[in-house]
């Protein structure tokens, strides 16, 4: 799976290594896509939604409408750059780590926090419908703070 790291963003020329990592999933880097790429992975792993982002790009001077932030980071997740986070049908959240690994959403202040994988033990799982496969699971824990 591809993803884009802090690390990636120390190198000399990261706008190459951009357009290297949309080319090889499968996405044309067009200068929306590298701007937003650049906005959501140039500081490591982080929690954002498409408002976030949105208010981040303008701030940048990057003209970008809400709606081309939703397809963006819907492309960005179907190809695997991003990981997609639902705390609630109305609030959904795009992560940077697209490892394995749960999350503690606090309720009143809405951040989103990862949990690493290795600190989660599930001990026993419900036998899956005949022919399907777990894909992944998702684990959110929330805090009433």
Same mark, same amino acid.
Not at 42 to 57: C, F, I, Q
Not at 69 to 95: A, D, M, W
């Given at each position: 799976?591809?993803?884009?790291?802090?690390?990636?963003?120390?190198?000399?020329?990261?706008?190459?290594?951009?357009?290297?990592?949309? !080319?090889?999933?499968?996405?044309?880097?067009? !200068?929306?896509?590298?701007?937003?790429?650049?906005?959501?992975?140039?500081?490591?792993?982080?929690?954002?939604?498409?408002?976030?982002?949105?208010?981040?790009?303008?701030?940048?001077?990057?003209?970008?409408?809400?709606?081309?932030?939703?397809?963006?980071?819907?492309?960005?997740?179907?190809?695997?750059?991003?990981?997609?986070?639902?705390?609630?049908?109305? !609030?959904?959240?795009?992560?940077?780590?697209?490892?394995?690994?749960?999350?503690?959403?606090?309720?009143?202040?809405? !951040?989103?926090?990862? %949990?690493?994988?290795?600190?989660?033990?599930?001990?026993?799982?419900?036998?899956?419908?005949?022919?399907?496969?777990?894909?992944?699971?998702?684990? %959110?824990?929330?805090?009433?703070?």
């Amino acid at each position: 799976m591809a993803s884009i790291t802090k690390s990636s963003w120390n190198n000399p020329r990261p706008h190459t290594f951009t357009l290297h990592q949309l !080319r090889e999933v499968g996405l044309r880097p067009t !200068r929306q896509r590298l701007a937003l790429a650049k906005l959501l992975f140039k500081d490591g792993n982080r929690h954002v939604t498409a408002e976030d982002l949105y208010s981040e790009a303008r701030r940048e001077g990057i003209g970008v409408s809400l709606a081309t932030i939703y397809n963006t980071l819907h492309q960005f997740t179907q190809k695997g750059l991003l990981r997609e986070v639902v705390v609630e049908p109305s !609030r959904t959240y795009f992560c940077t780590n697209t490892s394995s690994h749960g999350h503690f959403f606090y309720e009143k202040s809405g !951040r989103l926090l990862d %949990i690493p994988a290795d600190s989660i033990e599930i001990s026993r799982l419900p036998s899956t419908p005949d022919g399907a496969k777990i894909k992944d699971i998702d684990i %959110i824990i929330r805090i009433d703070s």
